[in-house]
């Protein structure tokens, strides 16, 4: 069964940069659409961005030039680096992969890992 860790929240002043991480197995990094999905307390789940095996990758429109997904298959992990940091990206950062052909940060995807909490102070 494929298992998706997310690791690398934490606390930081706005401003600030965090890298988010979601530990994968090999085949679903290479072959499945992964994304990156955030959920603020009292507000829906959001889509942050997401990349196909062709490595295109799609973002929320506002957070374009803040945030970059990647990936490194020597350590079989899903990449979030995000800058700039504002008190309103503060969430729960979900790593989420569905094996549709599509790929868009609207996806509904079919596994999800448990989060990482970001928190992001003014």
């Known amino acids: 069964q494929v298992q998706l860790v997310e690791s690398g929240g934490g606390s930081v002043q706005a401003g600030g940069s965090l890298r988010l991480s979601c530990a994968t197995s090999?085949?679903?990094?290479?072959?499945?659409?992964m994304g990156w999905f955030r959920q603020a307390p009292g507000k829906e789940r959001e889509g942050v961005a997401t990349i196909d095996r062709y490595s295109t990758t799609t973002y929320a429109e506002s957070l374009k030039g803040r945030f970059t997904i990647s990936r490194d298959y020597a350590e079989n992990t899903l990449y979030l680096q995000m800058n700039s940091l504002k008190p309103e990206d503060s969430a729960m950062y979900y790593c989420?992969?569905?094996?549709?052909?599509?790929?868009?940060?609207?996806?509904?995807?079919?596994?999800w890992g448990k989060g990482t909490l970001v928190t992001i102070s003014s």
């Open positions: 090999e085949y679903t990094l290479r072959f499945d659409c």
């Open positions: 989420a992969v569905t094996y549709r052909t599509r790929c868009t940060i609207d996806n509904d995807m079919d596994l």
